[in-house]
């Protein structure tokens, strides 16, 4: 079943838990790029480049897409890997962050 495009805009704020300032400190960082070939997916730059806290009703079915796979990322590696609140040099923590999501600041 797929979510509504409420829900999946609110589990997105949540998820990403990062400041637009603090990603893109991130994204700069070498450390982002330890994380592993696809640096996010270009998902960090994405979501700084969308406005995450924009109007919901300005945003579009590209934006919701987007959004919807922010949140499955996150929620999936979360789920799995107890490593990226544990470590902070391991790879998981890193590409949560690429994501726009800081294990820490839960």
């Known amino acids: 079943m797929v979510k509504d495009n409420d829900t999946v805009i609110q589990e997105f704020n949540e998820i990403v838990n990062m400041t637009s300032s603090e990603l893109e400190e991130w994204l700069k960082q070498q450390e982002s790029e330890d994380a ?12 700084l480049d969308k406005n995450p806290n924009k109007d919901p009703d ?3 079915d590209e934006d919701l ?19 990226a609140k544990q470590n902070t040099d391991s790879k998981s923590y890193k590409s949560l962050k690429n994501w726009g999501h800081d294990a820490l600041k839960t």
């Open 36 to 47: 592993g070939w696809s640096k996010g997916d270009g998902s960090g730059e994405t979501i």
């Open 65 to 83: 897409q987007h959004m919807r796979k922010v949140v499955a990322y996150c929620k999936r590696h979360l789920a799995q890997e107890e490593k």
């Open 58 to 60: 300005s945003y579009d």
